[in-house]
Structures are given as C-alpha cells and as structure tokens.
C-alpha cells in the first residue's frame, strides 16, 4: 500500500454512508463538522453505497432531509458502476434489468440497453436488490442465463439491514438463480475494484489522492484494498475491534468515528 499522500491532504473521500454517516434514519453528530473540514481542505466528498434498489435521486432526497446539501455528482451507487462496467465491457447488449423501477430508470438514464419487459433476445442479466422481486422474473432471468446470457448482479450483499433487523438483498436473489442455473454472477459493487475505480474514473482523481470510509470490512475496507486506496474503518457501525483480530483485511487507519476523522484531517 503506498501510503504517499497525507489524510490531510487527500482530494477525494469516498464514504459509505450507513453506519459511516448516519445510523438508519439518525446523521452522527461529527458529519457535517467533517464534511465542512473536508470542504475547507478542498475535498471532493462522495457517497457511496451498494444498495441497488434506490435511485441516486432517493438518495440525494434522504441526505437533503438530514441536512447535507448535495447532486447527483456526490452520490454513486452500485447501479451507476454497474452502468459503467456494461459500458467498458458490454458495449450496446441488450440488457435484462431484474431490480425495481428506480433501477431501470437510472440504467435507462446513464445511456443503457436495458429492459424490464425481456423477449428472450436480452444478452445480460443484470440482478439488482429487487424489493419489487416476483416469480416471473427470476424465472425469466434463469431462462435467460441458461440461454447463454452473461450474469452480473450489482451487489453481492446478502442482507440489507434495517431497523428491526434485515430484509434479504442481491446476494441472496442471486443464490436463488445461481442454485437453478448452475451459473454465478460476477459482482459489481463493493468489495470490487471496478466501485471505486468508477469514482476515480469520474472524478479524474489518482488512487493515492483517495481514501475510502468506511464501517465493513468486508465491503468498504476490502474495496478500498482491491483498488489500491488507503482506507479508514470507523468503528460508528458494523465491526468491532474484535472482528479485525484474525480478519485478512487491514485497513490503513482505525477511528471510532467520523468525528475523530474530521479532527485528523483539520489543518491548524
Ligand atoms: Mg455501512
């Protein structure tokens, strides 16, 4: 890991958001401190997130409630590098989109052949966390698969959580099909490289210019790694000390919180 450029002196902060910004509906108390910190660095901040059943605009909508200004420039989502990645490599397929509307839309939007009315013609299937999920479209999307179309789902998350628990995400739709097809997806969202690389695509930024923020190893951190950018594990979420103890994934700083972050990046 080339640990070259500074916390302070970084130009782009990826940051997840729940676990990392906010806790379900509530904004931690450091965020805005550390995004206007961020902001008096000259900091790019941009919202990262997996989940592949809301829209950029669903997004944009819940940050602006909790009180943080921001475009459609400052949230990417999984549908987006998804829409990037068919781009690089799949230029112009016919594209089955099996996830809800916003997705459809949002694929629609960035230029991509995509459908949610498949004629058996479609050359990928793309899976997202469909909360919109019924029969008929899983079984269109094994026909599909076994027909030969390429299989990519936009994240590998099992679950999402929620308040009072969890609802079952991508990763498990796809477990659903990979059982039927014999067939697994390739993943798209965190831990892959290509999440952030889209970012950095986007931005024209240099990996070691970025950092990623996080509170999962296993997605944030590991993505982070994957792309060569240094990394900040916030323990405000999911893991705990004890997790990173025997966990292959080591992040390059360790902070309780976003607070402590934008404390660590203030030029006195
Ligand atoms: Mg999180």
Do not use: W
């Not at 459609?72 to 690089?88: K, M």
């Not at 050359?123 to 966390?129: D, N, S, T």
């Not at 951190?221 to 292959?248: F, M, P």
Request: glycine content about 8%; aromatic content about 6%.
């Amino acid at each position: 890991m080339n640990h070259t450029v500074d916390l302070k002196d970084k130009k782009l902060f990826m940051l997840d958001m729940d676990g990392t910004i906010y806790l379900g509906s509530r904004l931690f108390e450091g965020t805005r401190p550390f995004l206007e910190t961020a902001r008096e660095n000259g900091a790019r901040c941009i919202f990262l997130t997996n989940n592949s059943s809301k829209s950029t605009k669903d997004y944009i909508e819940k940050l602006r409630k909790m009180g943080i200004e921001c475009g459609a420039d400052d949230v990417f989502t999984s549908v987006q590098a998804s829409a990037i990645y068919l781009e690089s490599n799949h230029k112009g397929m016919k594209v089955y989109a099996a996830g809800t509307k916003a997705m459809l839309e949002e694929l629609l939007e960035m230029g991509i052949n995509a459908t949610a009315q498949p004629d058996g013609t479609e050359e990928v299937v793309l899976q997202g966390f469909d909360t919109e999920l019924e029969y008929r479209k899983v079984e269109a999307a094994c026909r599909l698969i076994d027909n030969g179309a390429i299989f990519l789902a936009c994240n590998i998350d099992k679950v999402c959580p929620v308040e009072d628990g969890y609802i079952p995400d991508c990763g498990s739709i796809c477990r659903m099909i990979e059982s039927a097809t014999g067939k697994a997806p390739h993943f798209i969202g965190k831990p892959e490289a290509s999440m952030i690389e889209g970012v950095l695509k986007k931005e024209g930024i240099r990996a070691e210019d970025a950092v990623m923020v996080g509170d999962r190893l296993y997605t944030d951190i590991a993505c982070g790694v994957n792309a060569n950018v240094d990394t900040v594990l916030l323990l405000s979420g999911e893991t705990s000390l004890n997790d990173l103890e025997g966990s292959g994934i080591v992040p390059t700083y360790i902070m309780k919180d976003i607070a402590q972050l934008g404390y660590e990046i203030r030029k006195v």
